[in-house]
């Protein structure tokens, strides 16, 4: 007998651990296997930088130009062809306004200006002398899944939908240290962060965000930040929304205000519903999404699933994630994998047995802080409907008696 612990097939999180109840996906193994032709001669020589396997079809989606204007573009993480929580640094997601500069870290510097003692001017040499840390942190653009707050549901894949988010171990100077060293005049309340791309993103962060875990990224997964990650280095402010954390940084300017930059009053304010505005709304809020099954998967046989998905908040770390099979009914708690970290990505499990009927499957996240996700129209009530940063709202994959699955608004 199975072990059910929801609606629509959701099974008890250890299922899959016993022996008996449930049949796996695994044949018996054949008697005899051919030899195939990799075992009969030798194969490549090593290679300077690694590449992945041909037949593993990775790459990143909804790579392209954007409608807002020449040179601005992004690229999409395939999330659900993924495992584990990092995302591999080929993959980051990529958003910029005006193209990838190509800097060269000898003709760079940042400097520290405004209303501190010293003006400081750091080589990229000079900042390796400096103590660095690492930590794993996802990165989110606050347009991530905007598609789900338009009137249909577009049917794509979990990367192309939801991809504007990927995770890395980062390694560089923490802000404090290089503040601290300028000395902060005492009217200091915001720090503007400069780009040295073409579009010079520019940025005012509050402070206490500078102060508390900001850092100057210089490494990702072990080797220099990407040129499209902003190579030489890059401001990185952990939880909050991706436009903050300015790639390419090549200066600081330390004032009692917000610059109010053209950044950040074009964009990347929330019009809310009585026709007034959120600004630095930074904080990137509690989401996940079930990565496989999902969107434009094939389901080709009845049987047991490994539903298996990826949680975070910019608030903290993820305590708890439920999953329903039909559509938000029952829910059960499933796994979590790897030790939840702060601000970072968290990988979550469950089986599930699919009798062939439609499902629709979910997840809905729960942070240590509290913050629970919401559903799709709760989500949507927060902000005007001319406003699509920051959703975060329950995502709903059906699966189709044929075996189909395809985001749905459920
Ligand atoms: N200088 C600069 N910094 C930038 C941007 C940019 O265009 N120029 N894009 C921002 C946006 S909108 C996001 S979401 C993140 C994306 O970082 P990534 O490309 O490393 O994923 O970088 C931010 N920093
Ligand atoms: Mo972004």
């Not at 584990?84 to 200006?113: C, K, M, Q, W, Y």
């Not at 005049?185 to 040295?196: K, T, Y």
């Not at 919401?374 to 995502?395: D, E, K």
Request: glycine share 10%.
């Amino acid at each position: 007998m199975a072990d059910f612990s929801a609606g629509g097939g959701i099974l008890n999180r250890r299922a899959l651990l016993k022996a008996s109840g449930v049949g796996l996906a695994a044949g018996f193994l054949a008697p005899a296997q051919a030899e195939e032709e990799w075992m009969t001669r030798a194969g490549e020589s090593p290679g300077k930088y690694g590449a992945q396997s041909a037949f593993a079809d990775l790459s990143r989606e909804r790579v392209g130009g954007h409608e807002f204007g020449a040179g601005a573009g992004s690229s999409s993480t395939p999330l659900q062809k993924l495992n584990g929580t990092i995302t591999p640094n080929s993959l980051h997601f990529e958003r910029h306004h005006s193209g990838i500069p190509a800097i060269n870290p000898d003709r760079h510097s940042l400097t520290i200006v405004g209303a501190v003692k010293r003006p400081l001017r750091f080589s990229y040499e000079d900042l390796h002398a400096y103590p660095m840390e690492t930590y794993v942190y996802f990165l989110e653009c606050s347009g991530n899944s905007y598609r789900n707050t338009l009137a249909s549901p577009a049917n794509v894949t979990a990367g192309a939908l939801s991809g504007l988010v990927s995770c890395a171990e980062w390694t560089g100077v923490p802000l404090h240290y290089l503040l601290d060293e300028a000395g902060l005049e005492s009217s200091a309340g915001w720090v503007i962060g400069e780009g040295a791309d073409a579009a010079a993103l520019t940025r005012s962060v509050p402070m206490k965000y500078m102060l508390d875990n900001a850092m100057l990224a210089m490494y990702q997964n072990g080797e220099p930040i990407r040129p499209s990650q902003g190579y030489p280095m890059r401001l990185f402010l952990p939880g909050c929304e991706g436009n903050i954390s300015v790639k390419w940084l090549q200066r600081l300017k330390v004032q009692n205000t917000p610059a109010y930059t053209r950044d950040e009053t074009s964009k990347y304010t929330d019009l809310l519903k009585d026709g007034t505005a959120e600004m630095f709304s930074l904080r990137m809020e509690v989401k996940s999404l079930i990565t496989s099954p999902s969107g434009k998967m094939q389901l080709n046989r009845k049987g047991v699933y490994e539903i298996s998905g990826l949680a975070w908040s910019g608030e903290g770390a993820i305590s708890k994630v439920e999953v329903s099979a039909d559509g938000g009914k029952t829910w059960a708690e499933a796994v979590l994998q790897s030790e939840p970290k702060s601000l970072a990505l968290t990988r979550f499990r469950i089986p599930w047995q699919w009798s062939g009927a439609p499902a629709v499957l979910q997840s809905r996240a729960t942070d240590n802080r509290g913050n629970i996700q919401p559903t799709r129209s709760a989500a949507l009530q927060r902000y005007s409907r001319a406003g699509f940063y920051h959703y975060n709202g329950i995502q709903s994959w059906q699966v189709t008696a044929l075996g189909e699955v395809k985001n749905a608004f459920a």
